[in-house]
C-alpha cells in the first residue's frame, strides 16, 4: 500500500551540482505534481503532468526540468542548484478529471543547497 | 492571478478547546476546495466542498464552503493533542488538469 513513494527523503547539494528527484505512484493515476514548499509560503506547482506524454509549467518552474517516464514515474531535475532552491519537495497525484479524487502527496524530499 | 487566504496563521489552544480555521479564495473557474492535515511529512486529505451550505463531517471535523462568499470554515471540536499540525486550504480550478493552489496554512498547537 505504497501510495506516493519519493526518492531520496534528505539530500545536501553545493551551489552549481545538479540532482534528480525521483517519484513513483502505484495508483494508477493519470496526473502527476511537483510542489515545493518554503516557511511562510505554503505549498507551490513547480511542474506537472496531467498524463503521461505531457508536461507543463506550473507557478515556480525556473530551475527546474521535468520527466513523465511513464504512467508510474515522475521526476523533478535541478541541473544547477541554487540557495534559494533550498525547500521541501512534495510530489503528487490524481485521478485526471474523476470528481471528488483529490491528490495524495508523498513524504516529500527536504533539499537542502549550500 | 489564482488566490487562498488563510487565517489565523497560527493558534494555541487548550485541549478540549474548538476551534475555526478560515480560508477565503479568488479563483477563476472554481472547481472544489479541499482541506489537508500536515503533521510531519505528507499533507492528508481531510475534505473536499463543492457545494455551498453543505456540510462535510469526518468526526470531531466538519467544514461548510460558502461560494456566495468565497470562503470556507474547517471546525475541530473537543480538540486532542493529535489535532496539532498544519492545516492547509487549496483551491482547484480550471476543470481538466487539476491544478491546486493552497494558502500558506494554519499552523494548529494543542496545550494538553
Known amino acids: 500500500n505504497a501510495g506516493v513513494t519519493q526518492t531520496p527523503k534528505f539530500q545536501v547539494l553545493k551551489t552549481g551540482q545538479s540532482m534528480t528527484l525521483q517519484c513513483a505512484q502505484d495508483?494508477?493515476?493519470?496526473?502527476m505534481y511537483w510542489y515545493r514548499q518554503d516557511p511562510g509560503m505554503g505549498l507551490r506547482l513547480i511542474y506537472y503532468?496531467?498524463?503521461?506524454?505531457?508536461?507543463d509549467k506550473g507557478e515556480v518552474p525556473n530551475g527546474y526540468n521535468v520527466s513523465r517516464l511513464n504512467k508510474r514515474e515522475f521526476s523533478l531535475r535541478l541541473e544547477s542548484a541554487a540557495p534559494s532552491q533550498t525547500s521541501v519537495y512534495f510530489c503528487?497525484?490524481?485521478?485526471?478529471?474523476?470528481?471528488?479524487?483529490?491528490?495524495?502527496f508523498g513524504d516529500g524530499t527536504r533539499l537542502s543547497i549550500l | 492571478e489564482d488566490k487562498v487566504v488563510q487565517s489565523p496563521l497560527s493558534l494555541v489552544v487548550h485541549e478540549g478547546d474548538t476551534v475555526t480555521l478560515n480560508c477565503s479564495y479568488e479563483v477563476t473557474n472554481f472547481r472544489s476546495l479541499l482541506w489537508y492535515k500536515q503533521e510531519k511529512k505528507a499533507p492528508t486529505f481531510l475534505f473536499m466542498l463543492t457545494s455551498s451550505g453543505i456540510e462535510k463531517k469526518s468526526g470531531r471535523l466538519s467544514s461548510i464552503l460558502d461560494k456566495k462568499e468565497l470562503f470556507s470554515i474547517l471546525n475541530i471540536t473537543a480538540t486532542q493533542t493529535g489535532d496539532s499540525a498544519i492545516y492547509l486550504c487549496a483551491v482547484e480550478a480550471n476543470f481538466g488538469n487539476e491544478k491546486l493552489t493552497f494558502g500558506t496554512g494554519t499552523r494548529l498547537t494543542i496545550i494538553p
Open positions: 495508483m494508477n493515476h493519470n496526473s
Open positions: 503528487a497525484s490524481s485521478v485526471l478529471g474523476a470528481v471528488g479524487q483529490p491528490q495524495h
Open positions: 503532468s496531467a498524463s503521461e506524454g505531457t508536461t
